[in-house]
Nanobody
């Protein structure tokens, strides 16, 4: 059974940093794209960043470009989202998800981790 488990969420002051982790079990990220999404209260879920495991290419939403960085640890089969210069509007539940590289739809989702940025 595939499980994605996010961790690292919490409360952070505006301007601060937080790093989220997404660890997989029952699945090896090789051959997958691993993405981070977020959903704020009353809003739709939105794309944040994605890492294409083969090749390591990364892509970001404009709202986080230059502040958030997605990375991986091959040995730990884990993807990270480093969030810097955080803003109150970054407050959301953050989810990691995985899809086969050639697919568009994400097959696997984590349970989410709350991130709250206060000013």
């Amino acid at each position: 059974q595939v499980q994605l488990v996010e961790s690292g969420g919490g409360l952070v002051q505006a301007g601060g940093s937080l790093t989220l982790s997404c660890a997989a079990s029952g699945l090896t990220f090789s051959g997958y794209a691993v993405g981070w999404f977020r959903q704020a209260p009353g809003k739709e879920r939105e794309f944040v960043a994605v890492l294409i495991w083969s090749g390591g290419n990364t892509y970001y939403a404009d709202s986080v470009k230059g502040r958030f960085f997605i990375s991986r640890d091959n040995a730990k089969n884990t993807v990270y989202l480093q969030m810097n210069k955080m803003k109150p509007e970054d407050t959301a539940v953050y989810y990691c998800a995985a899809r086969h590289t050639e697919k568009i739809v994400y097959d696997y989702w984590g349970q989410g981790t709350q991130v709250t940025v206060y000013s």
